[in-house]
C-alpha cells in the first residue's frame, strides 16, 4: 500500500523523520540514523516520478507516433501533478 502526502518534504536523515519509530518505519535504529536516510527508506518523492515521467517524453518526441505518445504523456504528467497537488 502507498500513501501520498503533501505539504511535506523528504527529510534528509532518518534521524530527523517523523515516521522513525512509529511502526510505520523503523529505520532510525539504524547507526547511522543522523547522518543518512536509509537506502531502504519506504519514503519516495513525487519528483523522482515526475522526472521519470519527463524523461519517457522526451524520449517519444522523435516522430509522429512519438509525438502522440509525449502528448499523452503530458496528460499522465498534469494529472499526477494535480492528484498530488504539486505546483510549479
Given at each position: 500500500?502507498?500513501?501520498?502526502?503533501?505539504?511535506?518534504?523528504?527529510?534528509?536523515?532518518c534521524g530527523s523523520c517523523e515516521a522513525s519509530g512509529t511502526g510505520?518505519?523503523?529505520?532510525?535504529?539504524?547507526?547511522?540514523c543522523g547522518q543518512?536516510?536509509?537506502?531502504?527508506?519506504?519514503?519516495?518523492?513525487i519528483d523522482g516520478l515526475i522526472e521519470k515521467v519527463e524523461q519517457l517524453k522526451k524520449s517519444c518526441a522523435n516522430d509522429s507516433y512519438g509525438k502522440?505518445?509525449?502528448?499523452?504523456?503530458?496528460?499522465?504528467?498534469?494529472?499526477?501533478k494535480e492528484y498530488c497537488e504539486v505546483t510549479e
Amino acid at each position: 500500500m502507498s500513501v501520498i502526502v503533501t505539504k511535506a518534504e523528504i527529510p534528509k536523515t532518518c534521524g530527523s523523520c517523523e515516521a522513525s519509530g512509529t511502526g510505520v518505519c523503523r529505520k532510525w535504529t539504524y547507526k547511522d540514523c543522523g547522518q543518512k536516510r536509509a537506502d531502504d527508506c519506504p519514503l519516495k518523492s513525487i519528483d523522482g516520478l515526475i522526472e521519470k515521467v519527463e524523461q519517457l517524453k522526451k524520449s517519444c518526441a522523435n516522430d509522429s507516433y512519438g509525438k502522440c505518445m509525449a502528448n499523452a504523456i503530458s496528460h499522465v504528467e498534469k494529472l499526477i501533478k494535480e492528484y498530488c497537488e504539486v505546483t510549479e
